[in-house]
C-alpha cells in the first residue's frame, strides 16, 4: 500500500545510497513568474536522476526478504541505472532489457554498474514484453519503473526531504510520464501537508496520462515523440492514474520549443544541466501555463540530468530559436555579382550576427538564374527579429523562416 508510512520508511532506507539533494532558491525564474520558486536538484542525485530512490526501496525490500534472486528492468535511461546501482550495492543480479536502438553510451553505462544488458525491440514496449518473460524464464523479481507502490514509496521521498526544509511550500511540481514519481510525491504531501497543490507536467509529445487523467480512465498514445524521453510513456497505468486522479490538483502539458528553452534557461540562468524530463516544471513556469495566487511558494523537482550529449546540441538550438535569439532563413536572390553582399549587408545594418551560411545555385526547384542562400543568424530578442524581417522586405528580398 502507497501511504505516509511507506514513504516515510523508503525515507529511512535510501539514504544509504542517495544524496540528500539541494534545494535552492531560484531568484531569476521567480522574478520572471510572480512566485517565490525552488528547485529540487535530483540531477545531482547519484546516477544523475531520482530514480535510483524507487529502485533502492524497492530492491532492498526484496534483499529484507530474503529474496536474492536477482533483478530484471526494462528501460533505456535512468531506472535502468538506478535498479543496476542498487543490484550492485546488494551485491545480486541485474538483467537490463534496452530497445536496440538505445545510445552506445547508456549501454555502457549500465554495463559499468555491473549489470547484464541485453539489447531487444525497436522500441521500449518490446523490450518490456520481453523482460517480463525473461524475469519469469529466469525465476527473478521484474522491477518496474512506476507501476510498483514499492517504486512510487521510494520516489516520493523526495517531498519529505522538500517539506523537512521548506515546510510551508504551497506547490510542488513534479513532471509526469508513468506517474510514479508525482504519485509517492502526492501521497506523502498531502499526508504531511493536506492543503498543499501538487501539480503536473507531462510533454505534449507523450500526452496519455494528461488524456488519462481528463477523461478519468486509461488512454493510451498511439506513438510518442518528444525529446523529454524520461517521460516517453505511451500507455498509461491504472495503477498511477488512481493515484493522481485523487491526489494531484492539476496536469498540464508543455511542447518540445518550451522544453528546449527550459533546458536552455537552466543551463545559462542556474548553471545546471537537466535533461528535458527534469525540465518540464520550469517550462510550464516560463511559459505560463500556471495561473497560481501571486507570490505563492513553489517548489520544482528537477527530477534529472542525464542527456544524451549527442542531443544536447538539437536541443540547445530549439532552445535559442523559441527563445528568439536564433533566426533561420532561406532567401532567394538573383544569380549575380553583388546579390550576396547587398544581402547581408541588410543583415549586419540591423546588428545580426550570420554564424552560418549557405550558397545553393544548382537546385531543381530554382528558376533559371536564382540562387538560395541559407543563413542562421544570431540575434537579441522578438523586436530585433521583427526589425530584421521588416529590413529584409524593404531591401525587396523574397525569405522564409525556419523553424
Known amino acids: 500500500m502507497l501511504d505516509l508510512e511507506a514513504v516515510e520508511q523508503a525515507h529511512k532506507r535510501v539514504p544509504e545510497v542517495t544524496h540528500r539533494t539541494p534545494i535552492s532558491y531560484a531568484p531569476i525564474l521567480s522574478d520572471k513568474c510572480g512566485y517565490e520558486v525552488y528547485l529540487k536538484k535530483e540531477n545531482l542525485q547519484r546516477t544523475g536522476a531520482f530514480k535510483l530512490r524507487g529502485a533502492f526501496n524497492k530492491i532492498a525490500i526484496l534483499v ?161 515523440r518528444t525529446i523529454a524521453d524520461g517521460i516517453a510513456v505511451r500507455d498509461t497505468s491504472p495503477v498511477t492514474l488512481s493515484y493522481l486522479r485523487k491526489y494531484v490538483d492539476q496536469l498540464e502539458l508543455v511542447g518540445e520549443g518550451e522544453i528546449a528553452n527550459a533546458i536552455l534557461f537552466l543551463l545559462e540562468k542556474q548553471k545546471l544541466l537537466v535533461e528535458g524530463a527534469g525540465s518540464v516544471g520550469v517550462a510550464a513556469l516560463l511559459h505560463d501555463k500556471l495561473d497560481l495566487p501571486k507570490g505563492s511558494k513553489v517548489a520544482v523537482v528537477l527530477s534529472g540530468g542525464n542527456i544524451d550529449v549527442t542531443m544536447l546540441s538539437l536541443i540547445i538550438e530549439k532552445g535559442l530559436v523559441k527563445s528568439a535569439r536564433k533566426m533561420k532563413l532561406v532567401v532567394i536572390l538573383v544569380d549575380k555579382p553583388g546579390s550576396l553582399q547587398a544581402f547581408t549587408q541588410t543583415l549586419i545594418n540591423t546588428g545580426a550576427n550570420i554564424v552560418q551560411i549557405g550558397y545553393d545555385r544548382t537546385s531543381t526547384d530554382l528558376e533559371f538564374g536564382d540562387a538560395h542562400v541559407s543563413v542562421d543568424i544570431e540575434t537579441k530578442g522578438a523586436e530585433h527579429q521583427e526589425e530584421i524581417r521588416q529590413a529584409l522586405r524593404e531591401g525587396g528580398f523574397s525569405f522564409k523562416e525556419e523553424h
Request: hydrophobic fraction near 45%.
Open 64 to 224: 529484507e526478504g530474503g529474496d536474492k534472486k536477482g533483478v530484471v528492468a526494462a528501460s533505456a535511461g535512468n531506472h535502468a541505472q538506478g535498479v543496476a546501482f542498487s543490484a550492485k550495492h546488494f551485491g545480486i543480479d541485474a538483467t537490463i532489457v534496452m530497445p536496440d536502438s538505445t545510445p552506445l553510451t547508456k549501454v555502457v553505462g549500465v554495463s559499468e554498474l555491473g549489470a547484464e544488458v541485453i539489447l531487444h525491440g525497436a522500441n521500449y514496449d518490446e523490450a518490456y514484453a520481453h523482460a517480463i518473460a525473461y524475469s519469469k524464464e529466469k525465476d527473478k523479481r521484474f522491477v518496474h519503473p512506476f507501476e510498483d507502490e514499492k517504486v512510487m514509496a521510494g520516489q516520493g521521498t523526495v517531498a519529505i526531504e522538500m517539506l523537512e526544509e521548506i515546510p510551508d511550500l504551497d506547490v510542488i511540481i513534479a513532471p509526469v510520464g508513468g506517474g510514479g514519481l508525482i504519485s509517492g510525491i502526492a501521497v506523502a504531501a498531502k499526508a504531511i501537508k493536506p492543503d498543499i497543490r501538487i501539480i503536473g507536467i507531462a510533454s505534449a509529445g507523450a500526452p496519455a496520462m494528461k488524456h488519462s487523467y481528463d477523461a478519468g480512465t486509461p488512454i493510451d498514445s498511439r506513438s510518442v
